[in-house]
C-alpha cells in the first residue's frame, strides 16, 4: 500500500510531465504544505498556471478562494488536476 504523500508525489509528478510535454516549464513546489503545487510557465506565450494535484480528495471552497484571488492579482490561470481513483 502506497501512502499519500508518495501517491500524491508520483501525480504530481504525473502532471508535471504532462505539462512539460505541452512546451511548459515547470517548477514544483517539493514538501510544501501550500495551495499551490506546480506553476507552469510557457516561454513562448509568457502563460502563466498555478495548479493544485489532487490525488485523493477535493479542493476546499477556502483554498479555492485563495487561489482565484492569485490568479486576479497576477493574472495567471488556476487548474485543479484531481485523480479520485
Given at each position: 500500500?502506497?501512502?499519500?504523500?508518495?501517491?500524491?508525489?508520483?501525480?504530481?509528478?504525473?502532471?508535471?510531465?504532462?505539462?512539460?510535454?505541452?512546451?511548459?516549464?515547470?517548477?514544483?513546489?517539493?514538501?510544501?504544505?501550500?495551495?499551490?503545487?506546480?506553476?507552469?510557465?510557457?516561454?513562448?506565450?509568457?502563460?502563466?498556471?498555478?495548479?493544485?494535484?489532487?490525488?485523493?480528495?477535493?479542493?476546499?471552497?477556502?483554498?479555492?478562494?485563495?487561489?482565484?484571488?492569485?490568479?486576479?492579482?497576477?493574472?495567471?490561470?488556476?487548474t485543479i488536476s484531481a485523480s479520485l481513483?
Amino acid at each position: 500500500m502506497v501512502n499519500n504523500p508518495i501517491k500524491g508525489r508520483k501525480y504530481e509528478w504525473k502532471i508535471r510531465d504532462r505539462w512539460r510535454a505541452k512546451g511548459y516549464y515547470v517548477v514544483r513546489s517539493a514538501g510544501s504544505k501550500g495551495i499551490i503545487d506546480l506553476v507552469a510557465i510557457n516561454p513562448k506565450t509568457k502563460k502563466i498556471v498555478l495548479i493544485q494535484c489532487k490525488s485523493y480528495k477535493l479542493s476546499k471552497p477556502k483554498e479555492k478562494r485563495i487561489l482565484d484571488a492569485l490568479n486576479t492579482l497576477t493574472g495567471s490561470n488556476f487548474t485543479i488536476s484531481a485523480s479520485l481513483e
